[in-house]
C-alpha cells in the first residue's frame, strides 16, 4: 500500500513517534483542484499533520484542522474521520496572485490575526452538543511549528513535527516526549529525546516525501530498538452527499433559491472536496422545501 501511517515507541527511550505518507489519497484529494505550489504544500503538510493527530489521540469521532487565512488563503479544512478517512479542501481569494516562494504568514496572515482551530467531533453528537475546539494562533513560519504548540498547549507533552508535501505526496513525522513513569530506579535515558530528534533533524524534504514509513524509520533509527504497531492506511473518503447539498439549500432559504431556479433553471451545488455537482430544479426545490420535508433546523448532520 502506498499510503500509510506508522506508529512506533522507543524501547529504551520514552519517546513515540508516528510517521505517515500519502500518496494515492493525497492525488485523490487534489485531483479536481488547481493550486499554486505554495497552497498545494501548505495543504499537504496540514493534511498530513491532521493525519499524524487523529491517529494520535484516541477519540471516535472525526479531526477538523482549520486555518482561517486573512490573505490570499482564505479558508483551508482538513478532516479526519474514523478509520484514517481523509477529504481537504483550501479556498483561495479570487484575483490574488501567490508568488510561488509564498510564505505561511504572506499566504495565511498578512494581518497577524489568523487562527488555526483544532476541532474533535465526537461520533453520534447530540444535537446542542458541542464539540471540542482548540485554537491557537497561525504564529510561525510553517504549520509544523503551528502544530508544535497546539500540542504543547493541548496535551503538555513535548512534540516535534516534521511536514512535507509537493503534488504527488504528503508526509510527516511526529515525535513525542512520553511522561517518564514515576521514581523508577532504572537510569533514565535523560539524552534519549535530544538524540532522537537530532537523528531525525537529519531528514531532509525529498526523504520524507519519497520513502514508505517503515523504510524512513530504519533509516533514522537504525540504531535504536522500535517496537512498531500494525500500519494503518489513510484513505480519501468525501462525505457529501444529495441529501446534505438539499440540506445546505434548505438553509440559504426558500427565496434566495427561487432567484437561483429564475435566474438559471436549476440550482447546483459543488462539494468543495471532491467537486460532486448535485443539481436541484424547480421540481426538486417544490419537493426540498415543502411542509413536512426534511427540517433545516437540525443543521448538517454528522456520522
Ligand atoms: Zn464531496
Not at 69 to 79: A, C, T
Not at 137 to 165: C, K, M
Not at 209 to 224: F, N, S
Request: hydrophobic share 40%; charged share 25%; glycine share 8%.
Amino acid at each position: 500500500m502506498a499510503d500509510r501511517l506508522l506508529k512506533f515507541l522507543f524501547r529504551d527511550a520514552p519517546v513515540r513517534g508516528e510517521i505517515v505518507r500519502l500518496q494515492q489519497c493525497w492525488q485523490q484529494i487534489t485531483a479536481h483542484h488547481r493550486y499554486p505550489a505554495p497552497v498545494m504544500r501548505l495543504l499537504g503538510e496540514t493534511t498530513a499533520a491532521a493525519a499524524l493527530l487523529a491517529a494520535n489521540i484516541k477519540f471516535d469521532g472525526a479531526l477538523i484542522l482549520q486555518v482561517q487565512g486573512n490573505g490570499p488563503l482564505r479558508l483551508l479544512v482538513v478532516e479526519v474521520r474514523p478509520g484514517m478517512r481523509l477529504r481537504a479542501t483550501a479556498k483561495l481569494r479570487d484575483a490574488v496572485a501567490i508568488g510561488e516562494g509564498a510564505t505561511l504568514q504572506q499566504l495565511a496572515n498578512p494581518d497577524g490575526d489568523a487562527r488555526c482551530a483544532i476541532t474533535l467531533d465526537p461520533s453520534g453528537r447530540l444535537p446542542g452538543q458541542q464539540p471540542y475546539q482548540g485554537v491557537v494562533p497561525l504564529a510561525g513560519e510553517t504549520i509544523a511549528q503551528v502544530l508544535e504548540s497546539y500540542l504543547r498547549q493541548s496535551e503538555q507533552v513535548e512534540s516535534r513535527l516534521w511536514l512535507a508535501a509537493n503534488d504527488r505526496a504528503a508526509a510527516g513525522v511526529l515525535l513525542q516526549k512520553l511522561p517518564r513513569e514515576g521514581g523508577g530506579a532504572d537510569k533514565p535515558d535523560v539524552d534519549a529525546w535530544d538524540r532522537v530528534g537530532a537523528l531525525t533533524r537529519t531528514l531532509g524534504r525529498d526523504e520524507l516525501l519519497a520513502l514508505a514509513p517503515e523504510q524512513l524509520a530504519h533509516r533514522l533509527y537504525w540504531e535504536e530498538r522500535l517496537d512498531h504497531f500494525a500500519p494503518v492506511q489513510p484513505r480519501f473518503e468525501c462525505t457529501c452527499s444529495r441529501d446534505r447539498s438539499g440540506r445546505m439549500l434548505l438553509s440559504l432559504g426558500r427565496e434566495e433559491a427561487d432567484s437561483i431556479l429564475a435566474e438559471r433553471g436549476e440550482v447546483e451545488i459543488t462539494c468543495d472536496f471532491c467537486n460532486a455537482r448535485y443539481a436541484f430544479d424547480a421540481v426538486d426545490v417544490g419537493q426540498l422545501f415543502a411542509p413536512g420535508a426534511m427540517s433545516s433546523a437540525e443543521g448538517p448532520v454528522r456520522h
